[in-house]
C-alpha cells in the first residue's frame, strides 16, 4: 500500500468519525434546543413527560387525562393547536391551568 493510500484512509477515518460524532451529539441536544415547548392539558393519563401538580414527582405521574398542571413536549408552535378535553380554549396551553 502507497503512503498516498494509507492517508486516503486516515482521512477517510477522520470524516467518518467526525459524522458520527455529529450524529451521535445531534440526539443528546436538549429539547429546548431543538425547538420543542412544554404543552399542558395534553396528556393522558400516566403518559406526561413531567409536572403532575400536588402529590406527584415527574414523568408518567398525571392522575387524569388532558391533566391541566401537566406536560408534554411538542414540537414549537403546535402546542396551542392540539387538542385539549380540559381547556378553556379546546387546545393545549403553554403555561398550566386548572382542570
Given at each position: 500500500m502507497t503512503e498516498e493510500n494509507i492517508m486516503d484512509r486516515r482521512m477517510l477515518s477522520?470524516?467518518?468519525?467526525?459524522?458520527?460524532?455529529?450524529?451521535?451529539?445531534?440526539?443528546?441536544?436538549?429539547?429546548?434546543?431543538?425547538?420543542?415547548?412544554?404543552?399542558?392539558?395534553?396528556?393522558?393519563?400516566?403518559?406526561?413527560?413531567?409536572?403532575?401538580?400536588?402529590?406527584?414527582?415527574?414523568?408518567?405521574?398525571s392522575k387524569v387525562d388532558y391533566q391541566g398542571d401537566a406536560w408534554k413536549n411538542v414540537p414549537a408552535g403546535t402546542c396551542e393547536k392540539t387538542a385539549s378535553k380540559s381547556s378553556k380554549t379546546g387546545f393545549g396551553m403553554l403555561k398550566e391551568f386548572k382542570s
Open positions: 477522520l470524516a467518518l468519525a467526525g459524522a458520527l460524532t455529529t450524529a451521535l451529539t445531534a440526539g443528546a441536544t436538549p429539547a429546548a434546543a431543538q425547538g420543542m415547548e412544554k404543552c399542558y392539558g395534553i396528556a393522558l393519563k400516566g403518559q406526561n413527560d413531567c409536572k403532575a401538580g400536588a402529590g406527584t414527582t415527574c414523568a408518567g405521574t
